[in-house]
T-cell receptor, first 116, second 105 residues
Framework: EAGVAQSPRYKIIEKRQSVAFWCNPISGHATLYWYQQILGQGPKLLIQFQNNGVVDDSQLPKDRFSAERLKGVDSTLKIQPAKLEDSAVYLC??????????????FGPGTRLTVL | QKEVEQNSGPLSVPEGAIASLNCTYSDRGSQSFFWYRQYSGKSPELIMFIYSNGDKEDGRFTAQLNKASQYVSLLIRDSQPSDSATYLCAVELVFGQGTRLTINP
């Protein structure tokens, strides 16, 4: 079974530029998550999709970040314009529904973003 | 604001000993608890999940949950150098900062 795919793996941009990340979840996984992981910290949830609907985007900085999941499969996360503090690894994860509503998450390899 | 607290470490344990990792959480209504392992430069991978009070064992790993005390722990028996990594506690979708574990040969 193929895992969660993400691209690109690395991206270096200058502040105020825009950037987009792509994620393809495990086949059959209805739930997709985007996390931001700053060095030395745990992952922080940015947005959760159930099929193509948003379940939780309360921690997404909506003035600069946007995400979509058209057709309930692939997803794109965009930052426009980027700030220095956006330097982090952006992780995509997917899951089936768990017994208590939150299932085990399978993470992609991540995209390491450096903003100069 | 839901919070998950872990000691960032580093925690150093001799090879063959038991490593004990702990986590506390703020939301008393939480129902899903996970332990992930993250090697340096890699993404998190699931080790254990637990939903009910008590212990759950899987090979050398045991997860313990005490909802009354809002406390989750992970025990690693017969620790190996390959267990050296950062261990992330997640309560539903909120992650702790992780505990860095080093197993010394």
């Amino acid at each position: 079974e193929a895992g969660v795919a993400q691209s690109p793996r690395y991206k270096i941009i200058e502040k105020r530029q825009s950037v987009a990340f792509w994620c393809n979840p495990i086949s059959g996984h209805a739930t997709l998550y985007w996390y931001q992981q700053i060095l030395g910290q745990g992952p922080k949830l940015l947005i959760q999709f159930q099929n193509n609907g948003v379940v939780d985007d309360s921690q997404l900085p909506k003035d600069r970040f946007s995400a979509e999941r058209l057709k309930g499969v692939d997803s794109t996360l965009k930052i426009q314009p980027a700030k220095l503090e956006d330097s982090a690894v952006y992780l995509c994860a997917s899951s089936l529904e768990g017994l208590a509503g939150v299932g085990e998450q399978f993470f992609g390899p991540g995209t390491r973003l450096t903003v100069l | 604001q839901k919070e998950v607290e872990q000691n960032s470490g580093p925690l150093s344990v001799p090879e063959g000993a038991i490593a004990s990792l702990n986590c506390t959480y703020s939301d008393r209504g939480s129902q899903s608890f996970f332990w992930y392992r993250q090697y340096s430069g890699k993404s998190p991978e699931l080790i254990m999940f637990i939903y009910s009070n008590g212990d759950k064992e899987d090979g050398r790993f045991t997860a313990q949950l005490n909802k009354a005390s809002q406390y989750v722990s992970l025990l690693i028996r017969d620790s190996q150098p390959s267990d050296s990594a950062t261990y992330l506690c997640a309560v539903e979708l909120v992650f702790g900062q992780g505990t860095r574990l080093t197993i010394n040969p």
